[in-house]
T-cell receptor, first 114, second 111 residues
């Protein structure tokens, strides 16, 4: 296990379609985070999990977005009825333990909605 | 919610000079203060962090200083090199434990 991985790395979809992204964290990491990053901006927090429990969700996350981590290992982020404004880099990160520690980021999934 | 600012937003220095980036935050409950570096087209990576029981931490050419009273912490890079060119983000988590990243500072090290 060499780090956090994300799949796919790139996704082009048409407006109105649903997309799903996967994140595999570092195996012993309890916490998993999802962020969105647009060009020239810092990562914007979306949600995070402690094991399989989704503990916090950003107010910015509309009901078109849903995330799961069913077995406390990998996670999926689904966006329904995509809009052009959803185009961004979606980053996943994981960290060890139950406190606040260093986050290790994945390479991201770049979403383009046409 | 947490309000995080960084100054300056862009910084250009000559190779070998020092660079300082300041991060101000609003949540007095924050007790962990990291700096992440993001090179063009790459993922953010932690370069240094500090906890609230320490005022300063140094790792080779990089240091972080913390002023909890004034609610700011700073990244110091000495003897800058071209590979230090990147965007730097601070990310002090508020009490709610979600991470709020600052807007970033773009550092350019000129040869």
């Amino acid at each position: 296990d060499t780090g956090v991985s994300q799949d796919p790395r790139h996704k082009i979809t048409k407006r109105g379609q649903n997309v799903t992204f996967r994140c595999d964290p570092i195996s012993e990491h309890n916490r998993l985070y999802w962020y969105r990053q647009t060009l020239g901006q810092g990562p914007e927090f979306l949600t995070y999990f402690q094991n399989e429990a989704q503990l916090e969700k950003s107010r910015l996350l509309s009901d078109r977005f849903s995330a799961e981590r069913p077995k406390g290992s990998f996670s999926t982020l689904e966006i329904q009825r995509t809009e052009q404004g959803d185009s961004a880099m979606y980053l996943c990160a994981s960290s060890l333990g139950t406190g606040i520690n260093e986050q290790y980021f994945g390479p991201g999934t770049r979403l383009t909605v046409t | 919610g947490e309000n995080v600012e960084q100054h300056p937003s862009t910084l250009s220095v000559q190779e070998g000079d020092s660079a300082v980036i300041k991060c101000t935050y609003s949540d007095s409950a924050s007790n962990y203060f990291p700096w992440y570096k993001q090179e063009l087209g790459k993922r953010p990576q932690l370069i240094i962090d500090i906890r609230s029981n320490v005022g300063e931490k140094k790792d080779q050419r990089i240091a972080v200083t913390l002023n909890k009273t004034a609610k700011h912490f700073s990244l110091h890079i000495t003897e800058t090199q071209p590979e230090d060119s990147a965007v730097y983000f601070c990310a002090p988590p508020p009490y709610g434990q979600n991470f709020v990243f600052g807007p970033g500072t773009r550092l350019s090290v000129l040869p």
